[in-house]
């Protein structure tokens, strides 16, 4: 008896398939503007030809506002200056926020149009070793040193209690590893890791939130915010924001901070109940706001105060700068160290909506708020290390058009450019910081250099 070969079934080989697609060697729907399979697997759908690694969906997790129709579409020109005294916050929407922030999620993480499988996860024991690795290492790297102390404890517990925070912690674990091997592409495991999460995350705020919930889903926003900064692929200045090409992506990192805003609101880890109520101080001063009245304590530059437009006359609703600027202003003659590190992070809660306005417009005043924050904190730990060095490079080659057209831009970016290893022109002898806070008394708020 003759046995027929077994003929292989014809089939038309996809050659207009995604990026993504052909990386992972599937056979792409070809659907426009996202395929089945990239929606499935959790990653950025794209018919770039250019792409040459997996982009992970879940990049830009949350944020308070939705970009389509509060952030007007970005204008490159340097020599804007966008700044407009008779500015006017815009009234809090308290109760629209988690869901316009859910629709963000959403829309990143790649579930509008799809239900996927919530069912829990089974750890096993390479993720029990990561686990591990996060309580003895990971963790203490987060938060100040009283809350990575306390973060040790609970957030260990909760981890295994909650999906969401489980895979959060994986995620954060999975990619101080890849920091330290020197590995800057996200891992199809971590992002596995990282879409679950949030996708369980997302589930649970959107259901009825029990009181014993409360503190993993503040957990999982602080470590969320940690993944933000260290899931960063750039290797030089020109690859990174604001050098490189615009994208929806570029300030998923600041959007993060107004996501934890509204998780802290609804989780409120000050509350008596909560086990993280001991750090109440830190929580509270995430989110302070700083007046002028505060400034007799600092000493700052006549450079900073005029381009800052700060005075007793500004606050945070005339001018869109103040607070930041403020929050910015107490950090100046102090080192970033676990001990200090809420004084930096108050900073980005003092983002108010119109300051992020003028940052993803490109704004040189804004941008420089920005560059002279990443000088110094870029140093503190390694999940803001890469990010805060290479774009704060960026930051400070982008704003060389701005320093020559306004001589304070130049003056106040000398310090910057020193810290993040710049060329800097010396010829008028200038102290490193003193441009920033020259030596005056406290009681000197417009001082000369």
């Not at 989780?267 to 989110?287: C, V």
């Not at 609703?317 to 910015?328: G, I, L, R, V, W």
């Not at 809420?342 to 980005?348: C, Q, R, V």
């Amino acid at each position: 008896m003759t046995v027929k070969p077994r003929e292989r079934r014809a089939h038309k080989k996809s050659r207009r398939g995604c990026g993504n697609c052909k990386l992972r060697r599937v056979k792409c729907g070809e659907e426009t503007p996202a395929c089945k399979q990239c929606k499935a697997f959790g990653v950025d759908c794209t018919y770039d030809g250019k792409v040459t690694g997996l982009r992970f969906a879940g990049e830009s997790t949350f944020s308070l506002a939705d970009p389509v129709a509060e952030i007007p579409k970005p204008r490159h020109d340097a020599s804007h200056d966008g700044y407009r005294t008779s500015w006017t916050p815009p009234k809090p929407r308290y109760a629209d926020q988690l869901q316009v922030a859910l629709g963000v999620m959403n829309r990143h993480a790649g579930l509008e149009s799809e239900t996927r499988d919530l069912d829990a996860y089974r750890i096993g024991l390479a993720d029990l070793e990561m686990l591990q690795k996060f309580r003895d290492r990971t963790v203490m790297t987060v938060g100040t040193k009283q809350s990575s102390l306390m973060y040790q404890k609970e957030i260990f517990q909760l981890a295994h209690t909650y999906d969401f925070l489980k895979h959060i912690v994986l995620t954060l674990t999975s990619l101080h590893d890849q920091y330290l091997d020197g590995i800057r592409k996200i891992d199809v495991s971590t992002a596995q890791h990282w879409v679950k999460g949030t996708q369980l995350f997302q589930s649970a705020l959107r259901s009825k939130i029990p009181e014993e919930s409360k503190d993993a889903l503040w957990a999982t926003a602080a470590l969320l915010g940690a993944i933000q900064f260290a899931s960063f692929e750039a290797s030089c200045p020109q690859e990174a924001w604001p050098l490189k090409a615009y994208e929806a992506s570029d300030l998923d990192w600041l959007k993060m901070s107004d996501g934890k805003k509204a998780v802290y609101r609804i989780a409120d880890p000050t509350r008596p109940e909560s086990a993280f109520s001991k750090l109440k101080i830190d929580h509270s001063w995430l989110y302070r706001a700083v007046d002028y009245s505060h400034a007799p304590s600092i000493a700052l530059s006549r450079d900073y105060v005029d381009i800052f437009g700060l005075g007793p006359s500004s606050t945070g609703e005339n001018n869109p700068y103040h607070s930041a600027a403020m929050a910015q202003a107490r950090c100046l003659n102090i080192v970033c160290t676990p001990e200090t590190l809420i004084e930096f992070l108050s900073f980005l809660g003092n983002v108010n909506p119109e300051l992020f306005k003028l940052i993803d417009r490109k704004e040189p005043k804004a941008l420089l708020l920005i560059a002279c924050w990443y000088a110094k904190v870029f140093k503190y730990q390694w999940w803001i290390q890469r990010r805060g060095l290479i774009e704060g490079r960026a930051l400070c080659i982008y704003l060389e058009s701005a320093a020559r057209q306004d001589a304070r831009i130049e003056r106040l970016l000398r310090w910057p450019r020193r810290e993040f290893g710049l060329p800097v022109k010396d010829d008028e002898g200038a102290v490193p910081t003193g441009i920033w806070t020259p030596c005056a008394s406290a009681g000197s708020i417009l001082c000369v250099v």
